[in-house]
């Protein structure tokens, strides 16, 4: 499917379709369930089964809607190291919409913030801020620098859901 824009309405996929399907497949590490049926397969298998079927395509922008969304808390931050490890290794630009603004400081490196009558857009760790988690979410919360793996992260703490 995903070398469907490349293959003509009559056409039958040829042998280089099909290798740049399969090297999709064992990109996004998925090539044990490749004969599997997508109504057999997990959350995070089908979400991993759509990443490769978006590279087959050969894209150079990604764009994702929620791509950890449904996903127990292990295959969310399995999805993300993904998706910046693909943007790294096939400088790929990547658009993500997601409701966690965790995930975006974490992967991301300009936001558009979008709130009910606002919105903001710039570098990532200059928009999401505690302040502005609180404004537009309503949510008191603290961002802390954690090293990990000799870079500084940041952690997303969630301090009360019921702001004025």
Do not use: W
Not at 131 to 159: D, N, Q, T
């Amino acid at each position: 499917m995903g070398r469907a824009r490349h293959i003509g309405l009559f056409s039958v996929p040829s042998g280089k379709d099909k290798k740049i399907a399969d090297e999709a497949i064992d990109e996004v590490g998925i090539s044990s369930i490749r004969d599997k049926l997508c109504n057999h397969l997990s959350g995070g298998q089908l979400q991993l089964v759509f990443i490769a079927r978006a590279l087959a395509s050969e894209p150079k922008v990604l764009v994702l809607d929620e791509p950890e969304s449904h996903l127990d808390f292990r295959n969310q931050f399995m999805i993300l190291n993904l998706i910046r490890r693909l943007v790294k290794e096939r400088c790929l630009a990547c658009i993500i919409n997601t409701h966690y603004p965790e995930h975006a400081l974490r992967l991301s490196d300009t936001t558009l913030l979008l709130g009910k009558k606002s919105y903001l857009f710039g570098r990532t760790r200059e928009i999401i801020t505690e302040k502005r988690i609180e404004e537009y979410f309503g949510i008191s919360a603290k961002i802390l620098p954690v090293p990990y793996k000799g870079e500084e992260i940041k952690a997303f703490v969630v301090l009360d859901t019921c702001v004025p």
